[in-house]
């Protein structure tokens, strides 16, 4: 029978060329990995531990932090959302994931669920782009932000040197448990600031790059996140390398991320994304597809893997025998 | 252990994927009979995989786990294209091929068996699983992996022809 199959499938070299799966595959993975953890807060720590050398606040396990992900774990996976070296010098190549809906969706509903799916993917690029006018708007004069149909935007200074910025945000609740964002040592490395209404840190993160947050006091409205890489990362999403050092001092990145008109805009717009994520929910009602055991749910490429469902894939013992 | 979004995690991710690639693409052809879409199930494989690599790269066998992934979201594609062919709408029984239309031949039996049954197949015939280890892979019990497997092979004997499906052992 093993014959048989065999002789269903070209000879090697009769097969045609491979075409670069991997790094569009890892683009993607890394931009849904990038929203899961905004999402489900399990970048708690790490969003709290912006900053070179921070130690763990000790705020203990946030919403969807994993067992299997400590505090150390969180502060490493904030350098996958914000690392850009994501491409490793391959070109980028725009990558479509495919709805794959519930199988027990209730007829007519399949659409539905489609369109909110492909909405919430394309939720963290809208909200870069929609925030390129706020981020304009606070801008040292001669700088320049241009949007992209992606995640991140190309933050361009007047000598023509970039930066590519993440705009994001995420649940207070999840992201900071409770706690005003601050650092563990302020310094060079961590500048706490306390601007329009909020607080906020500026950290060092990934590499020479920054990572900044601010929440509204209260901890009530979305914390609005802002990350900078600089040269030295790759390209990513679909934007070259920057080609500058640190364009922003903390100051400028405080005076963005404390916008009243961009808070205004990052509360609209996570509201809006909360509710898409409802309504999936919804939709897809019990997990149909992660078992008892826990195993990887093919299904759930489009949603998010946290929101206290512990459906984390670490749990999934591989029954064994894997192909020779 | 290599941080999950560290610049070294992505290269053995890479690396990983760079050495998976050959087979996970040959199974998935196997699964869906053509090369474009047996690419993108690849792509959608490791991008699942690279999604959660922090968590993936520590389980004991990352093959069997990225094969789960594979063969699942070969049933996920295949639940959004419902074209199942009956057994009573079977087309005649071919003679037997010779050898340069056998590769056709198994490829259009294939075609006709239902995405699970096809799954099971594959898993069962060219991934070597056993039983016990194709239901883990699906998600489904040993007896439906039995059952999946009886009606594949009598498919594949009706559409194969005696002679080759002579080839075929349950």
Redesign the interface.
Known sequence: MRKLLSDAIPAPEDEPHQRDVISAAMAWGERRRRLDWVLTGAATLAVVAVGAGVAVLGTGSGPGTSAASGGADSQKTLGGMLDSKVVNGQPFQSFSPTCMPPPNLPGGQTKKYCDLWQEQVDWSTEFAKGSVPYIQAKLPQGFTVKAANSYVVQLTAPDGKTNLLFPSAGSAANLLGGHTPSCAHPGDDCTQTSAGGGHGVIGQYPSEGQSAEWVADGLKDPVILLGVNVVGTSDVGGLPAPTGGRLLSADDITRIVSNPDYVKYAKESWKHEEEIRKQLLQLQGPSPTDGPTGQPSATGSGMPSGGGTGSSPVNWPPASGSHS | MA?????E???R??EY??GA???L??SA??LCGD?HTA??L???????????????M????V???A???L???F???K??DRRTVALDDAPEPAARPDDAD??LA??NA?DTLPPRARAV??LR??????V??TA??L?VSAGTVKSQTSRAIAMLRQHLGSA?GE???D
Do not use: M, N
């Open positions: 941080r999950g979004g560290s610049a995690a992505r290269e991710f890479r994927a760079v690639q050959p087979h693409r040959r052809y196997l090369w690419e993108d690849v792509q959608t494989t490791f991008g699942r995989l690279f999604r959660s690599w922090p968590k993936v520590r389980a004991d066998s093959d069997a786990y094969r789960t992934v063969f699942r979201a049933l996920d594609l639940k959004k056998l590769r198994v490829r294939l197949v594959v015939y060219w991934e070597d699983l056993t016990e280890q883990d892979a998600g080759v080839l075929i052992h």
